[in-house]
């Protein structure tokens, strides 16, 4: 926590700015500019968190200005610079030392799409992106510095260019693209893709969905790589004529889809709400053991449900008992209030019971409620989709 | 076929037999039992009953009324749902065998006879709670959890990092049991202390007419042991015990939903 020393409210340790008074909140000291070639866990927790902040807001609404602020924005050549938490762009790429795969670390770099199509799909860039004599990046199109290795911008590693960083815009693609496979067959036209939504709103880079199957994952592709929430085989979305399917392939963090206005919820099913991971479980009519005792407690007092807020893997934190029609949840006004979590709207979300039936309802969320995919689910284009710390839009046809 | 009678619960038995096949009982395996064996059994059942200095048992019904008194004058008087002398059998709450009263030393103690629910006995001091150690305050069945140290950010096998929600540090845990086994809430103290009441405190019941205003308070210490004490409360705060505890005089022992009173007399 950081305490604002304008007006004392406390704000999560990424904060730049204080959620109370919009002061700018005081850094820790700064460590230096050379990082260490290993990033520790907790550091490199802070990196993706940062860089991705695990909220994704989506350019509507009173969050707006919060995630403006809280984008990280180039400054003086080095992008984030100014944040002494942040090591150079390089170190954006160092994961943690894993002990139990001694071999990962080469997997972050960007693999070889294994359809054996560009990972990356051609972004149209506005010419004026890319300044006389450097290069653009060809993930976001920003602007990169003559002689780096990763785009400042958006993180993703670029291609040594033969002829130098002043290779012109296109010939980067091109390297970029053949890069990842040498021999680049004439493919059809992607069916989708899959569209990165940047913190502030603006859209990142994309990748195709093809016809079949196209698997994400970590280091399945740059816009993957450098999201350590990602699991290495994480989702599934298979594209079809009649439809786009996504599957979770049981990956630790899960795939979560925006709902739209109400949206059943079975017991044991995850949710987002802001920052906050919960759980809704049904809360069942206590029966007897075997030998006819009851199990001792508080007399239910018409609790049909709860929700936990999900702090660790296996580790809950509060529960709130869900009871009567419906329970709502925001930051400021509602029955279960999360008062610290700036991308929580003032009133978020609703549950409610109806007909014997548990439904989870946005109330018009600045950023949206998220539902956790428990299988696999055909999503209509223009569907959100949050996988690891990031937020995508789905589009095809 | 000349018979006695035994002397523990008054069966025929045939002469020869030196016990009893009704109740398992010794009998006095004397080749001439004499026809006075029945009085020797009430003359001892009536020894027994005027042992001093033993206990007993009240059942508390409600404000002020006692129920059922049970003298404990044996060595053993187990309490159940269906087995010993002590019978509830319309409390669900209780186990078939749930808890014996026995002297040891001539000091009584409960002993919880494996049962489910427990034996529970009001406390008269700040009570240090052991890790997982329900208790109960009015109608609520509760447990403190002390939390655990935050190891960080752990990746999982794959490399994996898990998401979840923003740390915001606590010290422990105050969790309802709903009756079932159910957890009804949980809630997470960031400070070292807990105030639990029907109104005014960290943690409120408002429904629960058991609960005083200001009823107990949990408190952790730099050790992070955890303390439970009762803030004068109308109806006081009871912990389970754990295995068997010593019983004096005015202790109250909850079995179920049996609240007794322990009188030594």
New interface residues.
């Given amino acids: ?1 950081t305490t604002c020393k304008s007006c004392g409210k406390e704000n ?1 340790d990424h904060y730049k700015f204080c959620l109370g008074c919009g002061g700018e909140l005081a850094r820790p000291a700064s460590v230096g500019a050379t990082p260490s070639p290993v990033a520790t ?2 550091s490199a ?1 802070e990196i ?1 968190r940062t860089v991705l902040p ?1 909220a994704p807001v989506t350019a509507t609404g009173e969050l707006q200005a919060e995630a403006n602020r809280l984008a990280p924005k180039p400054k003086g050549g080095i992008p984030w610079g100014d944040s002494p938490k942040m090591p150079p762009v390089m170190a954006n790429f160092q ?2 030392p ?1 002990p ?2 001694g071999g ?1 670390g080469a997997g972050m770099r960007i693999p070889t799409s294994p359809t054996g199509t560009p990972a990356l799909e051609p972004v149209a860039q506005p010419p004026a992106a890319a300044p006389l004599g450097g290069t653009a990046c060809p993930t976001c199109g920003k602007p990169i510095q003559p002689g780096f290795a990763f785009c400042g911008s958006c993180g993703t590693r670029l291609a040594k260019a033969p002829s130098g960083a002043a290779a012109p815009l296109g010939v980067q693609k091109t390297m970029y693209g053949a890069g990842l496979a040498p021999a680049p067959a004439p493919v059809a036209a992607p069916r989708g893709r899959l569209v990165l939504i940047r913190p502030d709103g603006t859209e990142g880079g994309t990748h195709p969905l093809h016809d079949g199957e196209t698997l994400i994952g ?1 280091g399945q592709g740059a816009l993957f790589e450098a999201d ?5 085989r994480h989702a599934e979305f298979t594209a079809a004529s009649n439809g786009l399917t996504v599957r979770d392939l049981r ?3 899960g795939v979560f889809l925006k709902i739209g206005t109400d949206e059943a919820l079975e017991s044991g099913d995850i949710f987002r709400l802001g ?4 759980r809704f479980e049904v ?7 075997e ?11 018409g ?1 049909w449900g ?1 929700l ?6 296996d ?7 869900l009871f009567g029609d419906a329970i709502v949840l925001g930051r400021e006004r509602g029955d279960i209030l999360f008062p ?2 700036g991308y929580v709207s003032g009133t978020h979300a609703r549950i409610s019971l109806v007909e014997g039936q548990v439904i989870l309802s946005d109330l018009g969320s600045s950023n949206g409620t998220f539902l956790r995919l428990r299988h696999e689910r055909t999503i209509p284009n223009g569907s959100f989709i949050l996988m ?2 990031q937020l995508f839009r789905v589009e095809f046809r | 076929m000349p018979g006695k009678t035994c002397p523990h619960c008054g069966t025929e038995v045939p002469a020869d037999n030196r016990f009893c096949g009704s109740c398992g009982g010794k009998v006095d395996a004397g080749p001439a039992a004499p026809a006075g064996g029945p009085p020797v059994a009430k003359t001892m059942f009536f020894g027994a009953n005027q042992v001093p200095g033993r206990a007993k048992l009240t059942v508390i019904k409600g404000e002020g009324t006692d129920g059922v008194t049970y003298q404990l004058n044996g060595t053993d008087h187990v309490a159940g749902r269906t087995e010993g002398a002590i019978l509830f059998p319309d409390d669900p709450l209780l186990s078939p065998r749930h808890a014996n009263f026995i002297y040891k030393n001539a000091k009584l103690h409960v002993v919880d006879e494996g049962s489910v629910n427990g034996v529970f006995m009001r406390i008269k001091a700040p009570t240090l709670l052991i890790s997982g150690a329900l208790f109960l305050i009015g109608e609520q069945l509760l447990e403190v959890e002390p939390s655990p140290p935050d190891l960080g950010p752990q990746p999982d096998a794959e490399g994996t990092f898990f998401y979840a929600s923003p740390k915001r540090p606590s010290k422990m845990k105050l969790i309802q049991r709903l009756r079932g086994g159910e957890i009804g809430m949980i809630y997470r103290s960031r400070a070292e202390m807990i105030s639990i009441g029907r109104e005014g405190n960290d943690v409120n019941f408002l429904d629960d007419p058991f609960i005083s205003g200001r009823h107990a308070q949990i408190t952790m210490n730099a050790d992070g042991q955890v303390t439970l004490t009762d803030l004068g409360s109308k109806n006081g705060t009871f912990v389970r015990i754990t295995d068997e505890a010593p019983l004096n005089h005015g202790d109250y022992v909850f079995l179920g939903q049996q609240l007794l009173r322990v009188e030594v007399t």
Avoid at chain 1, 291 to 300: A, S
């Fill in positions: 926590m999560q866990g907790p927790m993706a695990p994961l943690p894993n139990l795969a990962t970590r350590a929430y990602l699991s290495p990956s630790l963090n920052q906050e991971l919960l809360i069942s009519a206590p029966q007897p053991l030998d006819g005792t009851e199990i001792m407690g508080t007399p239910n007092p609790f709860r936990s807020v999900i702090v660790g893997r580790v809950d934190g509060s529960a709130f008992p610290e979590d690891g710390q």
